[in-house]
């Protein structure tokens, strides 16, 4: 064998360790074996799902309020609903059965009546104009998420819907 064939092949097996312990390497930091100093902690190899947030729908009665423009000649009429966290029962406890009200009489829960009660110290502090302004229903909605926060603060609102929008001046 030549001089010439033997530094070939010995660059050759030189190469192929050198991949070798290279690929290795590369497989222990990403498998997160191994850190580089400074670099970012790796990744958690398999990430725990989070089971998704169960909602249901509140309706508020439309509610009917005079607006606080100068004179007071102002009006909404809003229809409101709300999408709410349903947290699921304690241990031990039976899921709850919705009962249709009785004929003649309209079921109300405290919590919807605290709720129309913000709503509607929000609505009355707003006027039309800001009202009908480029961005009145998306503060609105937010100010209104958080009047229910306060107010309310075991029912989780988590995005409030606008069904009816009237504004008379």
Do not use: C
Not at 51 to 68: F, G, I, M, R, S
């Amino acid at each position: 064998m030549s001089v010439v064939a033997l530094i070939g092949v010995s660059l050759a097996v030189v190469l192929m360790l050198l991949g070798a312990l290279g690929g290795a390497g590369f497989w222990l930091v990403k498998s997160g074996r191994v850190t580089l100093p400074g670099g970012a902690p790796p990744a958690p190899v398999a990430a725990v799902k989070a089971e998704p947030v169960k909602t249901k729908l509140l309706t508020l009665n439309p509610l009917l309020v005079n607006l606080a423009d100068p004179g007071g000649a102002g009006y909404l009429r809003v229809g409101i609903v709300l999408r709410v966290e349903d947290p699921p029962p304690a241990k031990g406890e039976k899921l709850k059965e919705e009962k249709p009200p009785e004929k003649g009489k309209e079921a109300v829960s405290e919590d919807e009546v605290m709720m129309r009660d913000a709503a509607l110290g929000v609505l009355s502090r707003e006027t039309s104009e800001s009202l009908l302004g480029p961005e009145g229903k998306s503060q609105l909605k937010d100010s209104l998420r958080k009047a229910f926060g306060v107010q309310v603060p075991h029912v989780k609102v988590l995005d409030v819907m606008f069904t009816e929008f009237l504004v008379q001046r």
